[in-house]
């Protein structure tokens, strides 16, 4: 198998993060660090390759098989369309862009030009949602009813996180919806199906910020089923994915919570504790019958590792991006709807508007 060799745009925590796993990746490896910013040089170093202060320097001296954008959020487009330019495929880091619109003109011209385009959702890449997805499509639940599903944690008063530089966490765009939910939203479409409206109620009480801090959220999916989520970066528990999965070994975990209980007339599935509650085929359902239980298999891996994989087997032409630009554009859609459905009190829907955005989420 070719290695592939991929450039990392932004040396920062998400793009050293990247770095790491290129460095230990069997489908790739690193070309090069493009960054300005004082800490470039010493992680380039590090690393042992070339370091460049921007794409037009990279492409002009060095054409990599593809890049990594891991740039701060208002710098994916205009990086994004150099790379389409200079015609390379790309992993675009989430959110996809920092506007719809914006987002939309990158997805236009990567398509138009032919170049491959994968957006770093990286949780579409783990085994547990995977597992979870074919439980939800083998109709062991039978038809979906609901969602339960929560966010909900305790980011540190300390170490500088909204202080200094990261003060931009205080303000509108910095708050949970924008920074956290559109990881959920990933989640929730591959899990449930199309999400066509949504309501929300958001409060800053407890921190004080201009910002929210937690935030209830009613989700309608296209299938009919409907959803709760609670989404709070102050909330002392542990109901969260990155505190359940334990997929990401910085964070404290704890194997008997769930994130999202996914639920069918048939039956309910807990996620990422993989717990099945169902009646059995033709047996007579009632709350007064007890269910068949059993703990679906796991296997577990690092997401973000099988994720730089599957950008090199797209960059060799082997496979599709499994989140495509249209899905980092919807997530960011309905996260923007979340946004305006709590500052208007009203529903917002999100449904396709004529732009071909509504793609399928559902394929693990």
Same mark, same amino acid.
């Given at each position: 198998?070719?290695?592939?060799?991929?450039?990392?745009?932004?040396?920062?925590?998400?793009?050293?993060?990247?770095?790491?796993?290129?460095?230990?990746?069997?489908?790739?490896?690193?070309?090069?660090?493009?960054?300005?910013?004082?800490?470039?040089?010493?992680?380039?170093?590090?690393?042992?390759?070339?370091?460049?202060?921007?794409?037009?320097?990279?492409?002009?001296?060095?054409?990599? $098989?593809?890049?990594?954008?891991?740039?701060?959020?208002?710098?994916?487009?205009?990086?994004?369309?150099?790379?389409?330019?200079?015609?390379?495929?790309?992993?675009?880091?989430?959110?996809?862009?920092?506007?719809?619109?914006?987002?939309?003109?990158?997805?236009?011209?990567?398509?138009?030009?032919?170049?491959?385009?994968?957006?770093?959702?990286?949780?579409?890449?783990?085994?547990?949602?995977?597992?979870?997805?074919?439980?939800?499509?083998?109709?062991?639940?039978?038809?979906?009813?609901?969602?339960?599903?929560?966010?909900?944690?305790?980011?540190?008063?300390?170490?500088?996180?909204?202080?200094?530089?990261?003060?931009?966490?205080?303000?509108?765009?910095?708050?949970?919806?924008?920074?956290?939910?559109?990881?959920?939203?990933?989640?929730?479409?591959?899990?449930?199906?199309?999400?066509?409206?949504?309501?929300?109620?958001?409060?800053?009480?407890?921190?004080?910020?201009?910002?929210?801090?937690?935030?209830?959220?009613?989700?309608?999916?296209?299938?009919?089923?409907?959803?709760?989520?609670?989404?709070? $970066?102050?909330?002392?528990?542990?109901?969260?994915?990155?505190?359940?999965?334990?997929?990401?070994?910085?964070?404290?975990?704890?194997?008997?919570?769930?994130?999202?209980?996914?639920?069918?007339?048939?039956?309910?599935?807990?996620?990422?504790?993989?717990?099945?509650?169902?009646?059995?085929?033709?047996?007579?359902?009632?709350?007064?019958?007890?269910?068949?239980?059993?703990?679906?298999?796991?296997?577990?891996? $690092?997401?973000?590792?099988?994720?730089?994989?599957?950008?090199?087997?797209?960059?060799?032409?082997?496979?599709?991006?499994?989140?495509?630009?249209?899905?980092?554009?919807?997530?960011?859609?309905?996260?923007?709807?979340?946004?305006?459905?709590?500052?208007?009190?009203?529903?917002?829907?999100?449904?396709?508007?004529?732009?071909?955005?509504?793609?399928?989420?559902?394929?693990?």
């Amino acid at each position: 198998m070719r290695k592939v060799r991929i450039s990392v745009v932004g040396a920062g925590l998400i793009g050293r993060r990247h770095i790491e796993e290129i460095g230990k990746s069997e489908g790739a490896k690193l070309a090069s660090v493009v960054d300005v910013s004082p800490q470039a040089a010493a992680v380039a170093d590090n690393a042992g390759v070339p370091l460049h202060a921007s794409l037009a320097e990279l492409f002009a001296k060095d054409r990599p $098989d593809g890049v990594i954008i891991a740039t701060p959020n208002v710098l994916h487009v205009e990086q994004g369309l150099e790379c389409v330019a200079a015609r390379v495929p790309m992993l675009v880091e989430k959110p996809f862009a920092h506007t719809y619109a914006e987002g939309l003109r990158l997805a236009r011209a990567a398509e138009r030009a032919g170049v491959a385009l994968l957006v770093g959702h990286h949780r579409r890449h783990s085994p547990i949602l995977h597992e979870a997805v074919k439980v939800v499509q083998s109709g062991i639940l039978g038809p979906l009813v609901g969602v339960i599903g929560s966010a909900v944690f305790y980011k540190p008063d300390a170490e500088g996180y909204y202080d200094g530089p990261n003060a931009w966490r205080r303000e509108p765009g910095g708050g949970p919806i924008l920074i956290n939910m559109i990881h959920e939203i990933g989640n929730l479409r591959a899990l449930a199906g199309e999400i066509v409206a949504v309501q929300a109620f958001a409060s800053n009480t407890t921190r004080g910020f201009p910002v929210e801090d937690t935030v209830a959220i009613n989700l309608r999916f296209e299938n009919g089923a409907l959803g709760a989520f609670l989404l709070s $970066d102050t909330a002392a528990s542990p109901k969260s994915w990155e505190q359940t999965s334990r997929e990401n070994k910085a964070y404290s975990t704890y194997a008997d919570e769930d994130a999202y209980t996914i639920i069918g007339t048939n039956g309910s599935l807990g996620v990422p504790t993989m717990r099945l509650k169902y009646y059995e085929k033709d047996e007579e359902r009632s709350w007064f019958k007890p269910f068949t239980t059993r703990t679906v298999t796991l296997r577990r891996a $690092d997401p973000l590792a099988s994720q730089i994989e599957h950008f090199a087997a797209v960059i060799r032409g082997e496979a599709e991006p499994l989140v495509t630009a249209r899905d980092g554009l919807q997530n960011l859609r309905i996260t923007e709807a979340i946004s305006e459905a709590a500052r208007s009190g009203r529903p917002v829907s999100t449904r396709d508007d004529g732009d071909g955005v509504n793609a399928a989420a559902r394929t693990a």
